[in-house]
Protein backbone atom coordinates (compact mmCIF):
# COMPACT_ATOMS: atom_id res chain seq x y z
CA UNK A 1 0.00 0.00 0.00
CA UNK A 2 2.83 2.54 1.03
CA UNK A 3 4.29 1.66 -2.55
CA UNK A 4 1.10 2.50 -4.31
CA UNK A 5 1.13 6.87 -4.36
CA UNK A 6 4.52 7.28 -5.55
CA UNK A 7 3.34 5.13 -9.15
CA UNK A 8 0.04 7.13 -9.08
CA UNK A 9 2.23 10.05 -8.74
CA UNK A 10 4.90 9.19 -11.25
CA UNK A 11 1.99 7.88 -13.71
CA UNK A 12 -0.13 11.38 -13.23
CA UNK A 13 3.73 13.32 -13.86
CA UNK A 14 3.82 11.70 -17.22
CA UNK A 15 0.38 12.37 -18.21
CA UNK A 16 0.64 16.25 -16.90
CA UNK A 17 3.85 16.84 -19.01
CA UNK A 18 2.56 14.95 -21.81
CA UNK A 19 -0.58 16.98 -21.68
CA UNK A 20 1.65 20.51 -21.27
CA UNK A 21 4.36 19.50 -24.57
CA UNK A 22 0.98 18.69 -26.68
CA UNK A 23 -0.33 22.15 -25.70
CA UNK A 24 3.09 24.12 -26.25
CA UNK A 25 3.47 22.31 -29.90
CA UNK A 26 -0.21 23.32 -30.56
CA UNK A 27 0.33 26.97 -29.18
CA UNK A 28 3.44 27.12 -31.43
CA UNK A 29 1.94 25.38 -34.66
CA UNK A 30 -0.51 28.69 -34.11
CA UNK A 31 1.56 31.39 -33.68
CA UNK A 32 4.12 30.34 -36.57
CA UNK A 33 0.81 30.33 -38.78
CA UNK A 34 -0.53 34.19 -37.31
CA UNK A 35 2.89 35.00 -38.35
CA UNK A 36 2.63 34.07 -41.81
CA UNK A 37 4.33 30.51 -42.11
CA UNK A 38 1.33 28.78 -44.33
CA UNK A 39 2.82 25.50 -43.52
CA UNK A 40 5.37 25.37 -40.67
CA UNK A 41 7.47 22.32 -40.79
CA UNK A 42 7.68 19.74 -37.91
CA UNK A 43 11.09 20.92 -37.30
CA UNK A 44 10.05 24.94 -36.95
CA UNK A 45 7.53 23.99 -34.86
CA UNK A 46 9.85 21.93 -32.16
CA UNK A 47 12.29 24.85 -31.86
CA UNK A 48 9.17 27.04 -31.41
CA UNK A 49 7.52 24.70 -28.97
CA UNK A 50 11.14 24.30 -27.12
CA UNK A 51 10.81 20.80 -28.10
CA UNK A 52 12.66 17.69 -29.19
CA UNK A 53 11.17 16.78 -32.62
CA UNK A 54 10.80 13.48 -32.08
CA UNK A 55 8.55 14.73 -29.37
CA UNK A 56 6.15 16.56 -31.52
CA UNK A 57 5.96 12.77 -33.27
CA UNK A 58 5.14 11.07 -30.30
CA UNK A 59 2.05 13.43 -29.55
CA UNK A 60 0.92 13.81 -32.98
CA UNK A 61 1.88 10.67 -35.40
CA UNK A 62 1.82 13.02 -38.37
CA UNK A 63 0.90 16.49 -39.57
CA UNK A 64 -2.58 15.97 -40.42
CA UNK A 65 -2.97 15.46 -37.02
CA UNK A 66 -1.34 18.33 -35.74
CA UNK A 67 -3.61 20.03 -38.10
CA UNK A 68 -6.42 18.22 -36.66
CA UNK A 69 -5.92 19.37 -33.07
CA UNK A 70 -5.19 23.10 -34.39
CA UNK A 71 -8.34 23.21 -35.80
CA UNK A 72 -10.13 22.06 -32.37
CA UNK A 73 -7.99 25.08 -30.97
CA UNK A 74 -9.48 27.39 -33.42
CA UNK A 75 -12.47 26.22 -32.37
CA UNK A 76 -12.48 26.28 -28.77
CA UNK A 77 -11.14 29.81 -29.48
CA UNK A 78 -14.07 31.30 -31.25
CA UNK A 79 -16.52 29.22 -29.54
CA UNK A 80 -17.80 32.86 -27.07
CA UNK A 81 -18.43 34.54 -30.69
CA UNK A 82 -19.79 31.65 -32.69
CA UNK A 83 -22.11 30.84 -29.89
CA UNK A 84 -23.77 34.46 -29.11
CA UNK A 85 -27.66 34.05 -29.51
CA UNK A 86 -30.00 36.19 -32.32
CA UNK A 87 -31.66 37.77 -29.13
CA UNK A 88 -33.94 40.63 -31.90
CA UNK A 89 -37.56 39.77 -32.63
CA UNK A 90 -36.87 41.16 -36.15
CA UNK A 91 -35.11 38.79 -38.89
CA UNK A 92 -33.07 41.60 -39.86
CA UNK A 93 -31.54 42.93 -37.04
CA UNK A 94 -30.53 39.14 -36.27
CA UNK A 95 -29.41 38.99 -39.63
CA UNK A 96 -27.23 42.48 -39.03
CA UNK A 97 -25.65 40.99 -35.99
CA UNK A 98 -24.83 37.72 -37.58
CA UNK A 99 -22.95 39.79 -40.65
CA UNK A 100 -20.97 41.63 -37.16
CA UNK A 101 -20.19 38.41 -35.84
CA UNK A 102 -18.88 36.91 -38.68
CA UNK A 103 -17.11 39.65 -39.40
CA UNK A 104 -15.38 39.77 -36.28
CA UNK A 105 -14.47 35.72 -36.70
CA UNK A 106 -12.81 36.55 -40.30
CA UNK A 107 -10.87 38.85 -38.52
CA UNK A 108 -9.24 36.38 -35.88
CA UNK A 109 -9.09 33.42 -38.22
CA UNK A 110 -7.64 35.07 -41.44
CA UNK A 111 -4.57 33.62 -40.97
CA UNK A 112 -5.18 30.08 -40.56
CA UNK A 113 -8.25 30.84 -43.03
CA UNK A 114 -5.73 31.72 -45.49
CA UNK A 115 -3.17 29.28 -44.68
CA UNK A 116 -6.04 26.40 -44.82
CA UNK A 117 -6.94 27.43 -48.12
CA UNK A 118 -3.81 26.54 -49.62
CA UNK A 119 -3.12 23.50 -47.85
CA UNK A 120 -6.58 21.94 -47.99
CA UNK A 121 -6.08 20.18 -51.12
CA UNK A 122 -3.21 18.82 -49.51
CA UNK A 123 -4.82 17.70 -46.28
CA UNK A 124 -8.02 15.64 -45.93
CA UNK A 125 -8.50 17.39 -42.49
CA UNK A 126 -8.08 20.72 -43.57
CA UNK A 127 -9.98 20.06 -46.77
CA UNK A 128 -12.77 18.62 -43.95
CA UNK A 129 -12.90 21.39 -41.72
CA UNK A 130 -13.08 24.16 -44.61
CA UNK A 131 -16.29 22.20 -46.21
CA UNK A 132 -17.86 22.26 -42.29
CA UNK A 133 -17.19 26.21 -41.75
CA UNK A 134 -18.66 26.82 -44.83
CA UNK A 135 -21.61 24.40 -44.17
CA UNK A 136 -22.16 25.89 -40.66
CA UNK A 137 -21.73 29.87 -41.95
CA UNK A 138 -24.77 28.91 -44.76
CA UNK A 139 -26.75 27.09 -41.74
CA UNK A 140 -26.37 30.29 -39.67
CA UNK A 141 -27.37 32.56 -42.67
CA UNK A 142 -30.33 30.81 -43.46
CA UNK A 143 -31.86 30.77 -39.97
CA UNK A 144 -31.98 34.45 -39.55
CA UNK A 145 -34.28 35.15 -43.23
CA UNK A 146 -37.18 35.30 -43.92
CA UNK A 147 -39.19 32.41 -46.41
CA UNK A 148 -39.20 34.85 -49.06
CA UNK A 149 -35.39 35.43 -49.24
CA UNK A 150 -34.39 31.92 -48.61
CA UNK A 151 -37.18 30.77 -51.41
CA UNK A 152 -34.51 33.14 -53.90
CA UNK A 153 -31.62 30.44 -55.01
CA UNK A 154 -30.10 33.30 -56.59
CA UNK A 155 -30.10 35.93 -53.84
CA UNK A 156 -29.24 33.82 -51.02
CA UNK A 157 -25.90 33.34 -53.20
CA UNK A 158 -25.97 36.69 -54.26
CA UNK A 159 -25.56 37.23 -49.99
CA UNK A 160 -23.26 34.62 -49.46
CA UNK A 161 -21.21 35.67 -52.00
CA UNK A 162 -20.78 39.22 -50.04
CA UNK A 163 -20.50 37.88 -46.91
CA UNK A 164 -17.84 34.86 -47.88
CA UNK A 165 -14.41 35.00 -46.43
CA UNK A 166 -13.21 35.31 -49.93
CA UNK A 167 -14.59 38.81 -49.86
CA UNK A 168 -13.16 39.80 -46.69
CA UNK A 169 -9.73 38.72 -47.85
CA UNK A 170 -10.36 40.96 -50.87
CA UNK A 171 -10.95 43.85 -49.15
CA UNK A 172 -8.70 43.43 -46.38
CA UNK A 173 -5.62 41.90 -48.07
CA UNK A 174 -5.78 42.72 -51.59
CA UNK A 175 -7.04 46.32 -51.52
CA UNK A 176 -5.71 46.69 -48.33
CA UNK A 177 -8.47 48.39 -46.14
CA UNK A 178 -8.61 48.26 -42.68
CA UNK A 179 -11.28 45.98 -40.87
CA UNK A 180 -13.58 49.07 -40.48
CA UNK A 181 -13.43 50.14 -44.06
CA UNK A 182 -13.90 46.43 -45.43
CA UNK A 183 -16.74 46.54 -42.55
CA UNK A 184 -18.33 49.63 -44.45
CA UNK A 185 -18.14 48.29 -47.95
CA UNK A 186 -19.23 45.16 -46.76
CA UNK A 187 -22.55 47.01 -45.19
CA UNK A 188 -22.84 49.16 -48.16
CA UNK A 189 -23.43 46.35 -50.49
CA UNK A 190 -25.90 45.09 -48.34
CA UNK A 191 -27.99 47.89 -47.95
CA UNK A 192 -28.46 48.03 -51.52
CA UNK A 193 -29.89 44.39 -51.25
CA UNK A 194 -31.65 44.73 -48.05
CA UNK A 195 -31.76 48.22 -46.86
CA UNK A 196 -33.66 46.84 -43.27
CA UNK A 197 -30.14 45.64 -42.72
CA UNK A 198 -28.72 49.20 -42.86
CA UNK A 199 -31.26 50.82 -40.11
CA UNK A 200 -30.87 48.05 -37.87
CA UNK A 201 -27.02 48.38 -37.85
CA UNK A 202 -27.62 51.71 -37.14
CA UNK A 203 -29.45 50.95 -34.18
CA UNK A 204 -26.92 48.14 -32.87
Known amino acids: MSHAKPVIDSTD ?25 IAPTAEEVAQRAEV ?10 DMESLYAEMAVAITRQLAPIIDEAVRFDDWWRNFSHLVERRLR ?62 MWNQLRNDQQLSAREAENVINRILSSLLPESTSSSNQR
Not at 30 to 35: K, S
Not at 135 to 148: C, G, M, N, S
Open 13 to 37: GRRQRSEDSKRRIVAAMLDLVREGR
Open 52 to 61: GLRTVFRRFK
Open 105 to 166: VYEVIMPYRLAAQVLKFQSEVLLSHHLEIVRAEREKLEAVLPDQIISDPVFIEALEAILSFD
